[in-house]
């Protein structure tokens, strides 16, 4: 499966025609898949947004950025990573979110392409957060958590 989608320069289109082109063939750019499936999913439906898709003129998102998180995916979580959600932001950023009983956290590529991460504990409240390859080992240690 690849991230793909038509042009960065086509028109919004209706739903039923965006619904065609994921299962029609990319004559463009497009994105190796993580291996990590539910991710991969989200970010082949993220991919697929036109601009203007939140109806106040975010651009699409940048297939670099689809790129980096699917890669940092592939590199880092290949074996396995809690379900969660991808969250496009307005700004070309991209955000991975978890929410379980005992925490919550969330991975992001910025839309410069940087890292970020955080982690709140549900009981305490303590907050962490992280920024450049930190911001990776900080996913880890939170996904191992919440698997415990």
Request: glycine letters at 8%.
């Given at each position: 499966m690849t991230y793909s989608r038509a042009s960065a320069t086509?028109?919004?289109?209706?739903?039923a025609e965006i619904q065609l082109l994921f299962n029609a063939?990319?004559?463009?750019?497009?994105?190796?898949?993580?291996?990590?499936?539910?991710?991969?999913?989200?970010l082949r439906l993220i991919a697929m947004l036109p601009n203007d898709w939140d109806g106040y003129g975010a651009a699409m998102l940048?297939?670099?950025?689809?790129?980096?998180?699917?890669?940092?995916?592939a590199e880092h979580f290949a074996h396995g990573l809690p379900a969660g959600s991808v969250v496009p932001g307005?700004?070309?950023?991209?955000?991975?979110?978890?929410?379980?009983?005992k925490m919550?956290?969330?991975?992001?590529?910025?839309?410069?392409?940087?890292?970020?991460?955080w982690?709140?504990?549900?009981?305490?409240?303590?907050y962490v957060d992280s920024d450049g390859g930190a911001a990776v080992t900080l996913l880890q240690t939170s996904a191992l958590q919440a698997l415990v």
């Open positions: 086509a028109p919004s289109q209706p739903d063939p990319s004559k463009h750019r497009s994105v190796a898949p993580s291996g990590v499936s539910w991710a991969d999913e989200q940048s297939i670099d950025r689809l790129s980096q998180i699917s890669g940092i995916l307005a700004d070309g950023s991209i955000q991975l979110e978890w929410h379980f009983p919550s956290f969330g991975f992001s590529v910025e839309d410069d392409g940087s890292l970020y991460s982690a709140r504990t549900r009981d305490t409240g303590h």
